[in-house]
């Protein structure tokens, strides 16, 4: 099963609650997480590119998820 960074869920909402959470709320998980051992001969960024996303090893890169528009 492919394990995903991005985990969703939705949030208790008391009864008693006068505004309750209309939206699903969501957090990310680092791809460390998932890999116990670097496994051998893993792909790699090109130097240029490792500098940019801030890791050489492309199983260890995650991306800041985009802002969303508040409205």
Not at 16 to 21: A, I, T
Not at 44 to 70: S, V
Request: glycine share 2%; hydrophobic share 25%.
């Amino acid at each position: 099963m492919e394990q995903t960074s991005i985990k969703y869920y939705h949030p208790y909402v008391s009864p008693f609650d006068p505004c309750p959470p209309k939206r699903i709320k969501y957090y990310s998980t680092p791809p460390n997480l998932y890999i116990r051992f670097q496994p051998m001969n893993t792909a790699q960024f090109p130097i240029e590119e490792a500098l940019y996303r801030g890791t050489l090893w492309k199983c260890l890169y995650d991306p800041y998820p985009p802002k969303r528009e508040e409205g």
